[in-house]
């Protein structure tokens, strides 16, 4: 027999790493000497960018920076000023599976920012940024389908079907844009900007063609001056971008994130000039269905098979949900108006629960507010919101949160009452090792010259109808039709006449 193996290629990524950390810079920082001494630190908030992501041996470094305003009432003053600081960062995550070339994904965000007075002309910053990080490592792999070049009639062969899902591609595309905005006509004029602060809001993402359309928005809240008083007012900047792709199944499901690595916001003429730039990051999961030639025996002629198992995602589901979430926040100061509600991703944790997987996502909720009497006042608080995920037997699950769309704030008896809604994204995977034959070759053994015509056996506890052909030479359909089998299931015990063949 002049027998080879025909073999199907499996290429592209799967996830090595996917998983949520955190980090922690500080930043002692002069006043500027045009700013006047600080009398009382009302809050600090902004947005962390990522610029660099660098892979090596066993490490990530990734670099950028948090961009904060600090509000401050200053002596002998009653309305806040603004200071603005940058605060550098540089984080590593280390994993032995990292390596050089792999395709990194990451998001950052100011998880909670706090500002203290060191004395008048000084401040002690400190963030903490929630990192997010997605690496691929690249798969590829030859698995053999099937045997060409032989006699059907003397080599058995058993097949199994699989579902396999790999990611084909992992693409990401930087894109700027900019806006001019103006408040309506029934808001205050904007005098003097205070505070800018952008958000992350909904993201669709559709396959037309070979291109990948991406379709989202930024909303863009801002504190200002007005006259004698503060305001604050809230955009939508919506933004479109396409990502070509290579030869991508149609049913490829895109997993999409974006990431802010700049944010320029001006004030001319009484509009808003904003500058952004951002990173689109999309991978792309796809079902490739595959039969695997799982086992061979010669009948009459002994074949040498070797067999090895091979690792193959046979699951990748995707979901995402949405949990609304509602929370009284106690407030020292009475409150008379919310002015601004920030809410942000501190850390995700996770806890068995029956049938899956509890995950529980720690928000914090920043609220800038007026008192009765028209003083700037700020009041934190954590906010726990949870979400179940029914997860299979012997599969994994990966989840990402971040709030979504706007935050209401309005005051209430005792404090400010806080609504927003959090997205779940989770991805469960399974892995299987499944037997594949990967050499196979006519044996130097040669068969037995006396074989009886018929062999009488009986089923073993733990044996399939394949196990007992395979040890006898003989073929499962003669097998089938000189017992009149139905089929390849047979109960345990079962006597069973076995034909065999000669040379």
């Known amino acids: 027999m002049d027998m080879e193996l025909q073999r199907v290629m499996l290429e592209g990524y799967r996830p090595i790493c996917d998983t949520m950390f955190s980090h922690e810079e500080t930043l002692e920082s002069i006043v500027p000497d045009a700013c006047p001494d600080i009398s009382r630190i009302v809050s600090a908030s902004g947005r962390a960018f990522l610029k660099e992501k660098e892979l090596g041996e066993g490490t990530l470094r990734m670099r950028g920076s948090a961009q904060v305003t600090v509000l401050y009432i200053p002596e002998g003053e009653i309305l806040p000023r603004a200071l603005d600081l940058s605060i550098p960062f540089q984080c590593v995550k280390d994993d032995p599976k990292f390596y050089n070339g792999l395709p990194v994904q990451a998001t950052v965000d100011i998880a909670s920012a706090d500002a203290r007075t060191v004395n008048p002309r000084k401040v002690l910053l400190r963030v903490n940024l929630a990192i997010w990080v997605a690496v691929y490592d690249q798969e590829r792999r030859m698995m053999s389908c099937d045997v060409c070049g032989e006699d059907g009639n003397r080599l058995e062969k058993r097949f199994s079907p699989a579902k396999c899902y790999i990611i084909p591609e992992v693409r990401e595309k930087a894109f700027a844009f900019s806006d001019v905005l103006r408040p309506t006509a029934s808001r205050p004029e904007i005098e003097e900007l205070l505070a800018c602060r952008t958000e992350l809001g909904a993201l669709d993402a559709k396959f037309i063609g070979k291109k990948l359309v991406l379709k989202g928005s930024i909303q863009l809240s801002i504190l200002y001056r007005s006259g004698d008083g503060l ?49 689109a990051q999309a991978a792309l999961w796809s079902q490739r269905s595959v039969t695997l030639l799982n086992d061979a025996y010669g009948i009459g002629q002994p074949v040498d098979v070797e067999r090895n198992p091979v690792k193959i995602c046979t699951m990748a589901e995707h979901s995402v949900h949405r949990e609304l979430a509602r929370t ?33 996502a720690q928000i914090n909720g920043a609220i800038l507010y007026l008192s009765e009497d028209d003083a700037l006042c700020n009041v934190e608080t954590t906010i726990p919101v949870s979400c179940r995920v029914e997860v299979p037997g012997g599969c994994s699950c990966a989840c990402r949160c971040r709030p979504i769309g706007e935050v209401t704030a309005v005051p209430v008896t005792g404090g400010v009452e806080v609504r927003f809604e959090a997205e779940f994204g989770w991805t469960i995977l399974r892995d299987e090792q499944v037997n594949c034959v990967t050499d196979l070759s006519p044996s130097e053994t040669k068969a037995a010259d006396m074989r009886p015509s018929v062999i009488i056996r009986r089923i073993e506890e733990g044996e399939a109808l394949w196990d007992v052909a395979k040890s006898c030479g003989s073929a499962v359909s003669d097998i089938c039709g000189a017992n009149d089998l139905p089929s390849e299931e047979v109960p345990v015990g079962t006597l069973l006449l076995i034909p065999t063949r000669r040379d």
């Open 231 to 279: 305001a604050s007012v809230r955009f939508e900047m919506p933004y479109s971008q396409i990502l070509d792709l290579g030869d991508v199944p149609d049913e490829a499901e895109p997993d999409v994130t974006v990431c802010l690595q700049s944010v320029d916001c001006r004030l001319q003429d009484g509009a808003v000039e904003v500058s952004l730039e951002a990173l």
């Open 328 to 360: 009284m926040c106690e407030s020292g100061i009475p409150a008379k108006q919310v002015l601004d509600c920030a809410v942000s991703l501190t850390s995700i944790s996770e806890a068995p629960a029956d049938g899956g997987v509890e995950f529980t």
